[in-house]
């Protein structure tokens, strides 16, 4: 077991995510192990998850309940504030501060933030579990391991009884506590990203994202003067219906407007981008924008409430 590194030797560097990946892909059983021909046919049959479809379904059910629940407390905070607003328990101001505060400030919208978070941490586990599970398996099966003899009974005694379980504990333990990295590059964390941008448009359907990263998606969010996003399609002008972005520049008009603009032009409407049928994408972020948009207009109205005029532009 000598080239089984010492796990409680390892500090928490920046870098140790790295460092424990590529120890995991290096690992390599010890020199001399006894695997019997049973062992490796049990081995055969074991996979780590089978269900790996329905683990991924599961994941996501879980995601998009933690993601209604979400919007739900959202629509019930703003009308409560709303009804408040209308009976000149609040300001105007101190809707728009409430408004504000939700997004890192509330105490329930943290509490559902961390559920999603563990849901992708455990999937981003699962994940790392799989992989190394599928590597170590892929090692042992490639083992072609001398009979046992007389003569060399001594490289079999180097090993003591249960080390192949000791193998696997190190293993699983060791991807249990230390492989979660943020940056893998998973399913369940491009999901979660999108969780965190879509709360925070839920929030402020108008305002910009200020933690875009993902610059390889494009631009998401264009600002306009006074630092709102626009809600209009460049085209029409109107109210957007059916958000598509064109991937290349960021920009997003109506899904029926572009459609006709095409026809006579090959270049975006607001840049000198070229601009393809088949490149445009639906915007989901747009589209959250434009629900929660209508939400806050129907929960204005119901309640005789004038919106800012910014808002009353759109
Ligand atoms: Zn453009």
Redesign the pocket.
């Given at each position: 077991m000598s080239n089984i590194k010492d796990e409680s030797k390892s500090d928490n560097t920046a870098s140790e995510d790295d460092l424990e990946e590529e120890e995991v892909r290096s690992f390599k059983l010890p020199e001399y192990f006894p695997i019997t021909r049973k062992t490796k046919s049990k081995l055969r049959s074991l996979t780590a998850w089978k269900t790996g479809n329905r683990r991924e379904k599961m994941r996501h059910k879980c995601m998009d309940c933690v993601k209604k629940a979400t919007e739900g407390y959202i629509s019930i905070v703003l009308e409560k504030n709303a009804e408040r607003l209308a009976n000149k328990d609040m300001t105007k101001s101190e809707f728009d501060e409430a408004r504000r505060k939700l997004y890192k400030q509330d105490l329930e919208i943290n509490r559902l933030r961390t559920i999603m978070k563990n849901i992708k941490d455990t999937d981003v586990k699962d994940v790392n579990f799989i992989y190394a599970f599928g590597s170590m398996k892929a090692d042992i099966m490639e083992r072609d391991e001398p009979a046992l003899t007389i003569s060399n009974m001594p490289l079999y005694q180097r090993v003591s009884s249960g080390a192949q379980d000791q193998v696997y504990d190190h293993l699983k333990s060791k991807l249990r506590s230390g492989m979660v990295s943020e940056n893998a590059d998973t399913q369940a964390v491009k999901d979660y990203r999108d969780f965190e941008h879509q709360l925070f448009v839920t929030i402020n359907p108008t305002e910009p994202v200020p933690f875009l990263h993902d610059v390889s998606e494009g631009d998401n969010d264009i600002e306009v003067e006074g630092g709102k996003v626009s809600l209009l399609c460049p085209i029409s002008h109107d109210l957007i219906e059916d958000p598509v972005i064109?991937p290349k520049?960021g920009?997003t008009y109506d899904k029926t407007s572009v459609a006709n603009y095409l026809r006579n032009s090959n270049q975006?409407p607001?840049?000198p981008?070229e601009l393809r049928r088949q490149d445009l994408i639906e915007d989901k972020l747009m589209k959250q924008r434009l629900v929660c948009y209508a939400r806050d207009v129907k929960i204005f109205k119901e309640r005789n409430i004038k919106m800012d005029e910014a808002e009353d532009k759109l």
């Open positions: 064109n520049c920009h975006c607001v840049c981008t």
